[in-house]
């Protein structure tokens, strides 16, 4: 039997020789390609946003909407500086608009979401429909549509920007146009999305283009009332508390393809179970006050606060008063390819 000192000179050489070839050994890395579990690279964290305000403002004596084309504050995860991603699929930041500003038309084949965290008045046209935009509504702008914000009130307006940018560049597959003026023509009521598909029901001969949502604004309003309702006909769910997720009327799937986007609500006093999922998630506090424990990290948070859960990250939420959560993770994309796991407690 040959020595182990001859056997690895042995094998040495022969990935030397195998890698002139831009070949090598899969013995060598299967562990690590075909992990027993999620192991992520990134890692919890949150942004406290009496923290974070103060310098979204500062970026507007410094830069101006139309200068930035969208004056945004990236929320990197701490793990992977520099990658402009929250999560490997996910990218997440606040953009501030000021009273008179627009920020320009444009569109590209990243999907986008827009959770309106302060402020209200600002609004959002997509392919030619405007939408005023109020805390805690949650809007949409599809892949390849043109979409331009403008705030005609008198406050600053904030919100949470998700897109699926690490996603569509992993499939190279990204594309971008910017508008020939800073407005889209406005060429739809204000109102007519929600009209024609907002209420249950839908025109008796529509057929849908493409996979996101005809809608592009779920107000507020309209999920809180849906939360509402939800506690007053049975008990919380161990894990989630109360949780809605929004759906695309047409197909009943998410209203964004590679995307998926959650609204729960917690009572006053909850805790929930230890829970933990393959979709890596993005919260943004709504109402209330609690803390989040993350595997080894505590984070406390209240109104406009945000943080991040790893993937396959056990998670346990406790509510001080009772709170509201909205959060978004590229879950439709693990379900649709069969991926998506969840263990509610070890069960």
Not at 57 to 86: D, H, Q
Not at 170 to 177: E, P, T, V
Not at 267 to 295: I, K, L, N
Request: charge should be negative; glycine fraction near 8%.
């Amino acid at each position: 039997m040959a020595k182990p000192a001859t056997v690895n000179n042995a094998r040495r050489d022969f990935y030397e020789r195998i890698g002139s070839l831009s070949m090598a050994p899969l013995w060598e890395s299967l562990h690590q390609l075909v992990p027993p579990q999620p192991a992520p690279k990134y890692q919890p964290a949150s942004w406290s946003y009496d923290a974070v305000r103060p310098f979204l403002m500062e970026s507007g004596t410094l830069i101006t909407a139309k200068e930035a084309v969208r004056r945004v504050l990236i929320l990197e995860n701490p793990a992977m500086p520099g990658s402009a991603c929250i999560t490997p699929t996910l990218y997440a930041g606040l953009q501030l608009i000021l009273p008179g500003e627009v920020a320009p038309s444009h569109r590209h084949t990243q999907s986008a979401l827009r959770f309106i965290v302060e402020g209200e008045g600002a609004y959002t046209a997509v392919d030619g429909e405007r939408t005023i935009m109020h805390e805690g509504d949650f809007v949409i702008t599809p892949t390849w549509t043109w979409h331009d914000h403008g705030n005609d009130s008198s406050r600053p307006m904030v919100w949470l920007d998700g897109l699926d940018i690490p996603l569509v560049a992993m499939f190279n597959a990204g594309f971008a146009d910017n508008g020939e003026s800073d407005e889209q023509a406005v060429t739809t009521p204000q109102g007519t999305s929600d009209a024609r598909y907002a209420s249950g029901l839908l025109p008796v001969d529509w057929k849908p283009s493409r996979q996101t949502s005809p809608i592009f604004n779920y107000p507020y309003a309209r999920t809180r009332e849906a939360l509402h309702r939800l506690v007053k006909v049975g008990p919380p769910d161990a894990c989630h508390g109360y949780k809605l997720r929004y759906v695309n009327p047409a197909n009943g799937g998410a209203p964004i393809a590679t995307m998926g986007t959650f609204m729960q609500l917690l009572p006053e006093g909850f805790a929930s179970a230890p829970y933990r999922c393959t979709d890596g998630t993005v919260f943004s506090v709504v109402e209330g006050q609690g803390e989040s424990r993350v595997g080894d990290k505590t984070f406390r948070w209240k109104k406009r606060d945000h943080f991040v859960v790893p993937s396959w990250a056990t998670v346990v939420h406790q509510a001080t008063d009772e709170s509201v959560l909205f959060s978004f993770s590229d879950r439709p994309v693990q379900e649709r390819l069969d991926l998506w796991r969840e263990d509610r407690g070890g069960r």
